[in-house]
């Protein structure tokens, strides 16, 4: 009889163990606001308690930097922006978004929450780019814009932009994606026309930032990379630290010095990164 009773007991103490899903999803939620959005996904696999859990717009909220109303309103329209839920807010901008009739296109970073912002060639001011003689669009699988702007032989050469949003906090670096030489495929082959290239090595190519609340920073480059190859010229960098207020950057790359032609020269697009995450996004371009 004992040998009955020993096993009834085990058998009820065994029913009785607290299993995951008997968590309250308040509590759930709770916890995955402290995780990580990747450790959120995996927990939203275990079950379905689990998986209600993790579309709690609190949670999602808590992913995305202040200024994420500001940002969003860039890409998409109010009546979107109220359907959306704060989970599929956050996966959209996570991705790469076009905005401006496909001239820029913005994302947040996921490791570190801040914003990355490219803007393209054809977002520009350039100086002469009306004028086929100098300048053309050319277009290309190498950018992400699918067009770059391409200067045969200029003697005033002056690029420059300017973008303007609620920067979550951090500091950010600003680049310039260029490249000596022109790229085409033939036959399925990459080949680079570097026929025009001339005159960068002669002076320095003046690379200049300013943001709205004074930070400035100028670079003094010569353009040597190899033609054929894309390379990310360094700027400078710009810290924000209030995000509710609109920070805008004005960046140029010129070479004025009238002495002497240059050109053979691909302009891409102007990059805005945090600083920390630099190398890792630049490396992917």
């Known amino acids: ?112 929450g801040r914003l990355c912002v490219s803007v393209s060639s054809k977002a520009l001011r350039i100086t002469g780019i009306d004028d086929r003689r100098y300048w053309s669009h050319v277009p290309t699988d190498e950018s992400r814009f699918h067009s770059v702007a391409y200067v045969q032989q200029m003697w005033w050469f002056e690029v420059g932009g300017e973008f303007e949003i609620q920067f979550p906090p951090g500091t950010y670096s600003l680049f310039f994606r260029i490249q000596l030489g022109k790229t085409s495929k033939r036959l399925g082959r990459r080949i680079c026309n570097s026929e025009h290239v001339h005159g960068w090595d002669i002076k320095p190519v003046r690379f200049q930032l300013a943001t709205s609340d004074n930070q400035q920073a100028v670079s003094l480059l010569y353009l040597n990379n190899k033609p054929g190859h894309w390379s990310h010229y360094h700027v400078g960098d710009f810290k924000v630290i209030n995000p509710d207020i609109s920070t805008r950057v004005k960046f140029s790359m010129t070479q004025i010095d009238c002495t002497h032609t240059k050109g053979g020269l691909s302009i891409d697009s102007v990059l805005i990164v945090p600083k920390e995450n630099a190398r890792k996004v630049v490396e992917s371009e």
């Open 1 to 112: 009889m004992g040998a009955n009773i020993s096993g009834g007991a085990s058998e009820f103490d065994r029913n009785s163990e607290p299993r995951l899903s008997d968590l309250p999803e308040n509590c759930v939620a709770l916890i995955m606001m402290r995780l990580d959005p990747p450790e959120i996904c995996r927990l939203a696999r275990l079950s379905r308690v689990f998986r209600r859990a993790s579309s709690a717009d609190f949670i999602w909220e808590s992913k995305l930097p202040s200024s994420y109303r500001d940002i969003a309103r860039k890409v998409f329209d109010e009546i979107t922006l109220r359907k959306l839920l704060k989970k599929d807010l956050y996966a959209k901008l996570c991705r790469p978004n076009l905005f401006d009739g496909g001239t820029k296109e913005l994302w947040i970073d996921k490791n570190t």
